[in-house]
């Protein structure tokens, strides 16, 4: 799929952008997501692999892109502040409409930190799913979704699907007990086309996504971050195993 899309954007010369929100440190086939795309953009909210408060960043490997992303970000102008002391100028122009983006020098400086605990953020993840998955691959009713062969998953979420009927227990019922038992379980994500804006704006509603509708029904995120201890992650699964 990834090859038949960069394909096609070339063929109508459209530039491919990502949304990588989620994939920070992930690969595929050895190529790192933030490479695959002419433009990748990746959230820093405090939940995501690394973090800078908040915001996010956009990769490329065009400069022309860069620059225009540069301009974008800091309300059309052709120079920041940075590059008019470099130069010994006061002088910019604003050229095209933009929005003032600009991350923070601090923030900057939390993110560089962190990007250098990815590496282990990321292991330490891979470890927590891989001991879910080996305890749920024994269990009736909990299924973890998949992931293709020759993928790096970056695992942002743990998501897993409850099977209708199992014990006789939903989704919902699911979620509130083991909210009422202390696990931070939640639910990624609702369906866009039923949110409010959508719906009014396009008319769109239950049955026009069916399969998606179907899968929000029975799915449920559980926790996963680099600091829980593989007790932490047993007493999730002792959680679910006592439902």
Same mark, same amino acid.
């Given at each position: 799929?990834?090859?038949?899309?960069?394909?096609?954007?070339g063929a109508v010369a459209l530039a491919l952008v990502a949304d990588?929100?989620?994939? $920070?440190?992930?690969?595929?086939?050895?190529?790192?997501?933030?490479?695959?795309?002419?433009?990748?953009?990746?959230?820093?909210?405090?939940?995501?692999?690394?973090?800078?408060?908040?915001?996010?960043?956009?990769?490329?490997?065009?400069?022309?892109?860069?620059?225009?992303?540069?301009?974008?970000?800091?309300?059309?102008?052709?120079?920041?502040?940075?590059?008019?002391?470099?130069?010994?100028?006061?002088?910019?122009?604003?050229? &095209?409409?933009?929005?003032?983006?600009?991350?923070?020098?601090?923030?900057?400086?939390?993110?560089?930190?962190?990007?250098?605990?990815?590496?282990?953020?990321?292991?330490?993840?891979?470890?927590?799913?891989?001991?879910?998955?080996?305890?749920?691959?024994?269990?009736?009713?909990?299924?973890?979704?998949?992931?293709?062969?020759?993928?790096?998953?970056?695992?942002?979420?743990?998501?897993?699907?409850?099977?209708p009927g199992w014990l006789g227990l939903d989704r919902r019922q699911?979620?509130?007990?083991?909210?009422?038992?202390?696990?931070?379980?939640?639910?990624?994500?609702?369906?866009?086309?039923?949110?409010?804006?959508?719906? &009014?704006?396009?008319?769109?509603?239950?049955?026009?996504?069916?399969?998606?509708?179907?899968?929000?029904?029975?799915? $449920?995120?559980?926790?996963?971050?680099?600091?829980?201890?593989?007790?932490?992650?047993?007493?999730?699964?002792?959680?679910?195993?006592?439902?």
């Amino acid at each position: 799929m990834r090859r038949w899309t960069i394909v096609l954007a070339g063929a109508v010369a459209l530039a491919l952008v990502a949304d990588a929100a989620h994939s $920070l440190g992930a690969a595929d086939r050895g190529v790192p997501v933030g490479s695959l795309a002419d433009l990748s953009t990746f959230s820093l909210h405090p939940v995501k692999a690394i973090t800078t408060g908040e915001g996010g960043v956009v990769t490329t490997d065009d400069t022309r892109l860069a620059q225009r992303i540069r301009r974008f970000r800091n309300h059309g102008f052709t120079r920041d502040h940075h590059q008019r002391t470099e130069a010994g100028s006061w002088f910019y122009e604003m050229t &095209e409409l933009g929005c003032n983006y600009r991350i923070s020098d601090i923030q900057c400086a939390l993110g560089l930190s962190q990007l250098q605990k990815l590496d282990v953020f990321i292991a330490r993840r891979q470890e927590i799913a891989e001991r879910y998955d080996r305890a749920f691959a024994r269990m009736q009713g909990v299924e973890p979704l998949g992931v293709r062969r020759g993928l790096s998953h970056g695992r942002h979420l743990y998501v897993v699907r409850i099977k209708p009927g199992w014990l006789g227990l939903d989704r919902r019922q699911a979620f509130d007990r083991l909210r009422a038992a202390g696990i931070g379980v939640n639910v990624h994500y609702i369906p866009v086309h039923l949110h409010p804006f959508y719906r &009014e704006r396009f008319g769109t509603g239950e049955g026009d996504c069916p399969v998606a509708e179907a899968a929000y029904e029975q799915i $449920l995120s559980l926790p996963i971050f680099p600091a829980m201890s593989d007790a932490d992650v047993d007493e999730v699964v002792a959680a679910i195993e006592g439902l």
